[in-house]
């Protein structure tokens, strides 16, 4: 079973920043566009960041100017460096591997939580 592994979760203050990783296996990561999302409780998942191969890149309207995706292609790592956080970012946090930077894809990551205090 393909597996993604997130870490860099954890609690912070509003105004302060964390990263994010997620490790995939070679065989997804380079074949697929690789993403971020989160679902806040009692609320639906939804898209942060995806990047393509080629670095193009996705953010969801209330992350830009605040998040940035990257990705490292001999790590075969993504990275969302989240600075600026509020409190309406805290949610867990999904790693995703997919076809597409629009849309989310069949390769999931359990999940890191980050809460952000006011």
């Known amino acids: 079973q393909v597996r993604l592994v997130e870490s860099g979760g954890g609690s912070v203050q509003a105004g302060g920043s964390l990263r994010l990783s997620c490790a995939a296996p070679?065989?997804?990561?380079?074949?697929?566009?690789m993403g971020w999302y989160r679902q806040a409780p009692g609320k639906q998942r939804e898209l942060v960041a995806t990047?393509?191969?080629?670095?193009?890149?996705n953010y969801a309207d209330s992350v830009k100017g605040r998040f940035t995706i990257s990705r490292d292609n001999a790590k075969n790592t993504v990275y969302l460096q989240m600075d600026s956080l509020k409190p309406g970012d805290t949610a867990v946090y999904y790693c995703?591997?997919?076809?597409?930077?629009?849309?989310?894809?069949?390769?999931w990551g359990k999940g890191t939580l980050v809460t952000v205090s006011s």
């Open positions: 995703n591997a997919g076809p597409s930077i629009l849309y989310s894809g069949q390769y």
């Open positions: 070679g065989s997804i990561f380079n074949r697929n566009a």
């Open positions: 990047i393509g191969g080629r670095q193009t890149t």
